[in-house]
């Protein structure tokens, strides 16, 4: 069982329209960070939410923490097509060891 | 600047061959991390190091996987007499220092692939 569950898995999408994607677990978390991967690219760190209820926004990314600190979403608002990538979330175990969910494959079509 | 550096970027080898994978981490980095990415899934941590020693080394899958970081710098990854499902991509992270929300930088990572 994945401490952290990702929704949907893939999503394809035209260029200019929204998106949104899930983070999910049982678990409570003090902090969970989203990343973005590229193809032939590691991890690259977009966002760490640490407050229950806290939004952070990255221009068109905007980023939520649940309030009950299990669960966080990502949602792109006119999306383009370098948004195109693998969108991880993870969380810290032992203040180093980062553990991540599947990851959903975003495709924006030109 | 310089990033997290790992060679090969791709190595294919024989089931039951010996191979290394080399990671140069950020100068300065103290804390390096090796994590396994197979297809479809994200990155699983395999081992932790604070400075030369490694500090965690729980996600090893099993005593064919070791990996060594002597002068607190380079790091290698060697796997012993590989299987198949050794196949995947293997990522190297560094960070300032272990512990708290410090940002961990990954490198491009060594896709192995084992025939």
């Known amino acids: 069982t994945q401490l952290l569950e990702q929704s949907p898995q893939f999503l394809s999408i035209q260029e200019g329209e929204n998106l949104t994607v899930y983070c999910n677990s049982s678990?409570?978390?003090?902090?969970l960070q989203w990343y973005r991967q590229e193809p032939g690219e590691g991890p690259v760190l977009l966002v760490t939410v640490v407050t229950g209820g806290e939004v952070k926004k990255l221009k068109r990314l905007t980023f939520q923490f649940g309030d009950a600190r299990k669960d966080s979403s990502l949602h792109i608002t006119a999306a383009q097509p370098g948004d195109t990538g693998l969108y991880l979330c993870a969380v810290s175990t032992n203040d180093y060891k980062l553990s991540f969910g599947a990851g959903t494959t975003v495709t924006v079509r030109a | 600047g310089a990033g997290v550096s790992q060679t090969p970027s791709n190595k294919v080898t024989e089931k039951g061959k010996y191979v290394e994978l080399r990671c140069d981490p950020i100068s300065g980095h103290t804390a390096l991390y090796w994590y396994r990415q197979s297809l479809g899934q994200g990155p699983e941590f395999l081992i932790y190091f604070q400075g030369t020693g490694a500090a965690d080394d729980s996600g090893l899958p099993n005593d064919r996987f070791f990996a060594v970081r002597p002068e607190g710098s380079v790091s290698t990854l060697k796997i012993q007499r590989t299987e198949r499902g050794d196949s995947a991509v293997y990522l190297c992270a560094s960070s300032l220092s272990a512990g708290g929300p410090g940002e961990q930088f990954f490198g491009p990572g060594t896709r192995l692939t084992v025939l």
């Open positions: 678990s409570v978390f003090s902090s």
